[in-house]
């Protein structure tokens, strides 16, 4: 993160992905795969509503360590089918938008993403 960002404003951005989140489920039946697609505006939505709550409660550089332990948790899911582990994509979506959200540096996430176990080894 460039600069700590103050608990407001993390919490008005984390509201905003929420409200995009929402959208998203309104329209997913107008996709090609709508229970893929809403399951994961859903799961965008619940992680959204997760990083709230302990940004409501923790500082941001806390918030951050909380997101980059949950992204590196994240099995690799790339290359699958599009419509094939909407709940991991839409974590790791979510995930990913709050990074750069928070301006992470591209490094950090990288070094992040390079922890995450393969699809099927514990998780």
Same mark, same amino acid.
């Given at each position: 993160?460039?600069?700590?960002?103050?608990?407001?404003?993390?919490?008005?951005?984390?509201?905003?992905?929420?409200?995009?989140?929402?959208? $998203?489920?309104?329209?997913?039946? &107008?996709?090609?795969?709508?229970? %893929?697609?809403?399951?994961?505006?859903?799961?965008?939505?619940? !992680?959204?509503? $997760?990083?709230?709550?302990?940004?409501?409660?923790?500082?941001?550089? &806390?918030?951050?360590?909380?997101?980059?332990?949950?992204?590196?948790?994240?099995?690799?899911?790339? +290359?699958?089918?599009? $419509? %094939?582990?909407?709940?991991?994509? +839409?974590? &790791?979506?979510?995930? &990913?938008?709050?990074?750069?959200?928070?301006?992470?540096?591209?490094?950090?996430?990288?070094?992040?993403?390079?922890?995450?176990?393969?699809?099927?080894? +514990? !998780?």
């Amino acid at each position: 993160m460039k600069a700590p960002i103050p608990t407001e404003t993390l919490l008005q951005g984390l509201k905003h992905y929420r409200r995009i989140a929402r959208q $998203d489920l309104l329209r997913a039946a &107008e996709t090609p795969f709508p229970e %893929a697609f809403q399951v994961h505006a859903e799961t965008r939505r619940a !992680v959204y509503s $997760d990083l709230e709550v302990y940004a409501a409660q923790h500082a941001s550089d &806390e918030v951050l360590a909380y997101a980059l332990q949950l992204y590196s948790a994240l099995p690799f899911v790339t +290359g699958t089918a599009e $419509d %094939a582990h909407p709940d991991i994509k +839409g974590r &790791e979506n979510a995930l &990913e938008n709050f990074f750069l959200m928070v301006g992470l540096d591209p490094r950090t996430r990288r070094e992040a993403r390079s922890k995450r176990p393969k699809l099927g080894s +514990g !998780v």
